[in-house]
């Protein structure tokens, strides 16, 4: 037999069972969109980075721009330039590997001229992305509300050849 003062605990205990399962799964779905826009982001900067491999000169270099933000139109639209950042970089064959490269293009403005566009040197495309966070609680936790989401790919110059 209960006592009275049970009555209702398992009540209780479902709600708060169901705010943890609650807040997992929104935690899941966050994480599952975050994965799949960095999916797109790292397919875009491919798609910059081959074709940079094959037209490296500067005039090409909007080119690899267009060829990164036309990958693809959904979750996120690469089109918008207020929301995603494409940059390109070129790097000598002799350069170590923490080296960045030299900035010489980003977001349909040349930066700086170089001469490093000969094969087997190497180009490099990052895309970036600011996802803003969805899940409730979060950006309280974090301090912040979005999350800096970026992928990098380098390819190997392979045309022109320089003398």
Known sequence: MK????????????????????FLLAGAAEFAVLLFQYVQLRDAAQEGALYGSMNPTSASWANIEARARAASASPINLTDTSQVTV?????????????????VWENGGAITTT?????GNGVRVTV??????????MPQLLGRSYIDLSATV??????????
């Not at 940059?87 to 900035?103: N, Q």
């Not at 001469?115 to 094969?119: N, P, V």
């Open 3 to 22: 006592h009275k003062s049970e009555r209702g605990q398992s009540l209780v205990e479902l709600g708060v069972s169901l705010l943890i399962l609650l």
């Open 87 to 103: 940059s390109i970089y070129m790097l000598s064959k002799a350069a170590a590997p923490e080296d960045l490269g030299t900035k």
């Open 115 to 119: 001469t490093f566009a000969c094969e």
């Open 128 to 137: 970036s992305f600011r996802h803003n966070i969805f899940m409730p609680f």
């Open 154 to 163: 380098v390819d190997t110059i392979l045309t022109p050849v320089c003398t």
